[in-house]
């Protein structure tokens, strides 16, 4: 049963920010947007204390640390925004929750963006940041990357482009509806299905995301760390997806964890019924502390 | 997930607190499969049930039978040492007693009644009272990984380890894959499910969901123009606060007055519009005839 909390961030998203994709709008009216909207997502809870620490080369990146002792778990966090904006307070306040839950500490990556940075700038700042937890002294088993949307599929890049380069992969990850195929050729599945379905996504606009992510560079596309959904997942740690069966990116996470699965990588997926894109995010409803708590059951599980 | 090394080597202390870790990693595993299935309960008793017996008797056997008594022994050695988390340990404690209890009567509960006494309103009130518990035992263990897994191996010594130990090395059924599918056979088929479905407790039925397709449609349409309401409120104020002169007044007022006609047209055609292809939609799926094969 879906909460009256929930129905109405859906209505409401619905009314609001699926109706702003569907229009042509530019990336400034965008971030204005959200920036906007972002008043009404509360603050990081008094128990999580944050400390602004850049230390990469490039971006910003913040720890957080539950207030009550965190254990040697680390939460790496890509948030997600379609690559060119971002919903700072509220991924902040979802590593919070989630930190919190799995007593672990924080690091949330504040990579570049397109279209000024276009890729690979944003993985490269999240390859940055996992190499200084290393530098630091974090195991790497004791590491989980999480990302939502476009941060999950930065994720899935990231340990990828790990595997591919002969490095310590991290102890599993958590992945939030990420958007992992950037070719959307699909002309069937999720992308049709759920076209009218979901409550916040909507494809109008794919195009020119994918233009301006790619820096124009449109062949790019089939690349494994843009669309990982194409990649090898051999030898990746332990996967868990988390997806709403009404989102447009539902095959994503389904696609990604078969082929996961196919290469003998752990991989489970958590189909959640009538929920909007990223409602981990929305610490008003009942649903999105439920699911913060399995993905911190998740961590725990893999990582003692 | 969890290793079976024998407690009482030579780094006694480390490998004692790693089963304890092992030892939530197994109760978060749980945690999450009942989670997975409380919205089935009301709905489909007959198949979760018996999973939820067993995972409440693991929790029983193993959680309380062995892993809350090692803690207690751990907890009791650090007050000791550490007399002013008395007043937590405490509370640890009474938590462990208090969760067994309402981990026998959950257990007693599931077991009580066939599971066809559980469908509708009293599966509900069982599965809300067994999201509790889960919410409860998850606050619990991040507490003590909190108050004690940092600081135990810091404050205790050889002979405090000694004495914590126990001989019996009874490991976590949910540990071994093998184990738990030979003592708890419905809660290992359970475990490694690579899909889950949290929250759905209704079958998908089109025809049920054929009048929430239309809502979504009409939100759509209303909520498109709604947003271009808004948009073209935003420009034509724009545009009065711009004005600088009757001439620039008259060309604004020109401009505003073409626009908003363009989307008063757009007000009226869209809607009917929609009707229109809705109605024939309808119309030709009850028209058309059935095709065998």
């Not at chain 1, 778990?73 to 839950?101: I, N, Q, S, W, Y």
Request: net charge negative; proline share 6%; with cysteine.
């Amino acid at each position: 049963m879906v909460s009256w909390q929930t129905r109405t961030a859906k209505l409401l998203g619905r009314l609001t920010v699926r109706q702003a994709l569907k229009h042509d709008l530019s990336v400034d009216d965008m971030r204005n947007q959200i920036r906007r909207m972002e008043r009404f997502f509360p603050g990081v809870p008094d128990d999580v204390h944050i400390e602004l620490e850049p230390g990469l080369a490039h971006c910003d990146a913040e720890w957080l640390t539950p207030v009550s002792g965190a254990t040697e778990r680390v939460v790496l966090h890509l948030p997600g925004g379609a690559f060119m904006t971002r919903f700072k307070r509220a991924e902040r306040l979802l590593l919070a929750r989630l930190c919190r839950d799995a007593q672990a500490r924080g690091r949330l990556v504040f990579y570049r963006l397109a279209p000024e940075n276009p890729y690979p700038a944003g993985l490269n700042d999240c390859l940055e940041a996992y190499h200084q937890l290393l530098e630091r002294g974090v195991a790497p088993e004791h590491i989980f990357v999480s990302g939502m949307s476009a941060g999950g599929c930065l994720a899935l890049a990231l340990m990828l482009s790990l595997r591919d380069h002969c490095m310590p992969l991290p102890g599993g990850a958590v992945l939030m509806s990420p958007a992992a195929d950037f070719t959307d050729e699909p002309d069937q599945g999720s992308r049709v299905d759920n076209a009218k379905r979901d409550a916040l996504l909507s494809l109008e606009q794919g195009d020119e995301i994918r233009r301006l992510y790619l820096g124009g560079r449109t062949e790019l596309k089939t690349h494994p760390h843009v669309s990982p959904v194409l990649g090898d997942f051999t030898g990746l740690p332990p996967l868990f997806f988390q997806v709403s069966n009404t989102e447009i990116l539902l095959d994503d996470s389904r696609r990604c964890a078969e082929r996961a699965r196919a290469a003998g990588v752990s991989a489970e997926v958590d189909i959640w019924d009538r929920m909007p894109h990223g409602w981990q995010a929305l610490s008003f409803t009942p649903e999105s502390g439920r699911a913060i708590a399995r993905l911190a059951d998740f961590i725990r599980e893999r990582c003692p | 997930m969890t290793s079976s090394e024998p407690v009482g080597t030579a780094n006694p202390g480390a490998a004692f607190m790693r089963r304890l870790r092992n030892d939530h990693a197994g109760l978060s595993r749980v945690l999450r499969t009942i989670d997975g299935l409380l919205d089935r309960l009301a709905g489909e008793p007959e198949a979760v049930q018996p999973i939820l017996a067993e995972a409440f008797g693991y929790l029983l056997r193993y959680q309380h039978g062995y892993h809350h008594p090692r803690e207690d022994r751990l907890f009791e050695k650090i007050r000791r040492k550490r007399p002013a988390l008395a007043d937590t340990l405490a509370k640890l404690e009474e938590e462990h007693e208090t969760g067994e209890r309402e981990t026998a009567e959950l257990a007693e509960a599931l077991a009580a009644e066939p599971p066809d006494a559980l469908r509708g309103k009293k599966g509900e009130r069982l599965a809300a009272r067994i999201h509790g518990y889960i919410q409860h035992a998850r606050m619990h263990m991040r507490d003590e990984e909190a108050v004690f897994y940092a600081r135990a191996e810091k404050v205790l010594g050889k002979s405090d380890w000694a004495e914590i130990i126990d001989g019996d090395g009874t490991e976590d059924p949910a540990a071994d894959m093998a184990v738990l599918a030979d003592q708890y056979p419905e809660l290992a088929a359970h475990f490694d499910l690579p899909t889950r479905h949290p929250g759905r407790s209704e079958t998908a039925d089109p025809a049920v969901n054929a009048p929430h397709q239309l809502m979504l449609d009409v939100t759509d349409l209303y909520g498109g123009l709604l947003h271009e309401g808004f948009d073209l409120t935003r420009r034509n104020a724009r545009r009065l606060l711009a004005v600088r002169g009757p001439i620039g007044l008259v060309r604004t007022v020109g401009a505003i007055t073409s626009d908003n006609l363009r989307f008063a047209g757009r007000c009226v055609t869209r809607p009917s519009r929609w009707a229109i292809n809705t109605g024939a939609d309808w119309l030709i799926a009850r028209v058309k005839p059935v095709q065998d094969g």
